[in-house]
Nanobody, 121 residues
Framework: QVQLVESGGGLVQPGGSLRLSCAAS????????MRWYRQAPGKERELVAGISTTGGSTNYADSVKGRFTMSRDNAKNTVSLQMNSLKPEDTAVYYCNGVALLQFGVRFEYWGQGTQVTVSS
């Protein structure tokens, strides 16, 4: 079955840390640019972080710069999001996303089912 599966969400106190993981099955992540998005209740989905196919380039939303770190392990077919110094405003459902742009304009995109992150005392 072709899918992305997130894990690692949960409840954490402000200032705490969580590490989200996203594992691919049924396909290889090697040719996919990967991203983490999040969606808080009543808000639009927003891009949190992205990483290139080789992991050589990353980018982050201003709201998480310096606190979140995205990485990937193509050999293990996984990507991760290390989240430190968490704030209540980081509370959201976090989604893993992968996009591949292949020859002849062929585009593949996959989404995970999401994992809940709640930051609260």
């Amino acid at each position: 079955q072709v899918q992305l599966v997130e894990s690692g969400g949960g409840l954490v106190q402000p200032g705490g840390s969580l590490r989200l993981s996203c594992a691919a099955s049924g396909f290889s992540l090697r040719v996919y640019d990967m991203r983490w998005y999040r969606q808080a209740p009543g808000k639009e989905r927003e891009l949190v972080a992205g990483i290139s196919t080789t992991g050589g380039s990353t980018n982050y939303a201003d709201s998480v710069k310096g606190r979140f770190t995205m990485s990937r392990d193509n050999a293990k077919n996984t990507v991760s999001l290390q989240m430190n110094s968490l704030k209540p405003e980081d509370t959201a459902v976090y989604y893993c996303n992968g996009v591949a742009l292949l020859q002849f304009g062929v585009r593949f995109e996959y989404w995970g089912q999401g994992t809940q992150v709640t930051v609260s005392s």
